[in-house]
């Protein structure tokens, strides 16, 4: 009886196995990015995510930094501008609907939606990221502008930052949230109002955002509170040690045990402070004031959140948004701390009714997409520097006219 040859294995060529490895290291590294971020993507997290040895990895790329480029380069870019462009064109058309997709990766975002934000949100640490993305976002403001040359630049702007900043907040903000869809449609049709475009004013003074000052009731809790945010500010919360943390604050780290358990306990006093402080000089602060004063104090602030001489602040909120998406702990933190902030919505409405409030929350929510999203971006490029930021001074204005401050007018609540 004649024997059986074995069925032979078709042969893989060498060009094939590299490109299967290559696409296996690229699936690694976008989920770690995804869900930890730049500072989070050590070559050998990325080999045993993998599934493989360190060899392949130590033999295509130095560092982490490289791998975040080489994946920004190849996918993200394209995907960045692919959301926001989506954006814009839900912004340019009158009778547009959000589309599903842009709605869910505002929400919801997908692991190349989120990894292609995280990247941007971090750039500014990165020599060789910061130099390309900041090439490819003036490029993409350029082409917004001319996608729509009738419309004031401030206003394009927003088509940036509101979809940046919702990526960025999305695992901060109270799953009691509401969705998206009727204020992204209120506001652009506001946005699309030219009597909304052509105001004009003095630019006041920029808003002057400075660093939090932790009030807890314990003095050393205080300083190394600060301490936490100072240096989380710098080289982001992964990095942020014990001992960096020791030298701010000039005493050793140990004697920190005496007020507080973990560098996690301090950041979440950390977020406490951080967003009682965006809700206290961007949101509350404007609930009384009339048209003129409120647009001017909308211009100041845009001013200030991207004034240089703010950039400690604006590092620290965009730090501090960023590790709220590596770690639940602290997302937590978030959503409680918001959650608190908004409460006034509620109260002076005098009802939990959501149909009444709503309009309101979901405003508020908006504004500190846009703030997070303006922060982020201006830490990369100086495209919107020379703005006049009136036109959105004036729709921020009549938005919170129309979802807030009339119905409480009407009962006599303000």
């Not at 699936?27 to 060899?55: E, F, Q, R, W, Y």
């Not at 870019?77 to 869910?104: C, G, N, Q, V």
């Not at 976002?137 to 040359?149: G, Q, R």
């Amino acid at each position: 009886m004649a024997k059986t040859r074995e069925t032979a294995r078709p042969k893989v060529s060498r060009a094939q196995k590299t490109r299967e490895v290559q696409e296996a290291i690229t699936a690694s590294a976008l989920a770690l990015l995804a869900a930890n971020g730049v500072d989070g993507l050590a070559l050998t997290k990325i080999a045993a995510h993998a599934g493989m040895s360190n060899g392949p990895l130590y033999g295509r790329y130095d560092s982490a930094e490289d791998v975040a480029l080489e994946l920004w380069e190849s996918t993200l870019s394209d995907h960045y501008r692919k959301l926001i462009l989506a954006f814009d064109e839900f912004a340019s058309s009158p009778d547009a609907e959000p589309s599903e997709w842009l709605l869910s990766e505002l929400t919801k975002p997908s692991t190349l939606t989120a990894a292609a934000v995280e990247v941007v949100a971090v750039a500014r640490r990165l020599p060789l990221l910061a130099d390309t993305i900041r090439s490819d976002i003036d490029s993409l403001f350029a082409k917004i502008c001319e996608n729509s040359p009738f419309l004031p630049p401030a206003l394009a702007t927003v088509r940036m930052t509101i979809p940046t900043g919702a990526v960025l907040t999305s695992r901060m903000v109270p799953k009691s949230r509401p969705p998206w869809r009727n204020i992204l449609i209120r506001i652009r049709d506001a946005a699309l109002n030219p009597q909304n475009w052509d105001l004009s004013i003095a630019s006041p003074e920029p808003t002057q955002l400075e660093m939090p000052v932790p009030a807890t009731g314990d003095a050393g809790l205080d300083e190394f509170v600060a301490a936490v945010m100072a240096v989380v500010s710098k080289v982001g919360f992964e990095k942020t040690t014990a001992h960096r943390v020791a030298r701010a604050a000039g005493h050793s780290f140990s004697s920190a045990y005496t007020h507080v358990g973990t560098k996690d306990e301090l950041m979440h006093t950390a977020i406490s402070q951080m967003i009682d402080q965006i809700w206290r000089t961007g949101t509350t602060a404007f609930v009384n004031l009339e048209r003129d004063s409120y647009i001017r104090s909308v211009v100041a602030l845009q001013r200030g959140l991207i004034a240089e001489e703010n950039r400690p602040l604006r590092q620290l909120r965009v730090e501090t948004t960023v590790a709220t998406r590596h770690h639940q702990d602290l997302a937590a933190a978030g959503q409680k701390r918001i959650a608190q902030a908004l409460s006034w919505i509620p109260e002076m409405f005098g009802t939990k009714d959501t149909a009444v409030i709503e309009p309101s929350t979901s405003f508020w929510y908006l504004t500190n997409a846009h703030g997070i999203g303006m922060v982020s971006l201006s830490l990369l490029t100086n495209c919107f520097s020379e703005i006049n930021w009136a036109p959105i001074g004036e729709i921020a204005n009549q938005i919170a006219n129309e979802t807030t401050l009339a119905p409480l007018r009407e009962l006599g609540k303000i």
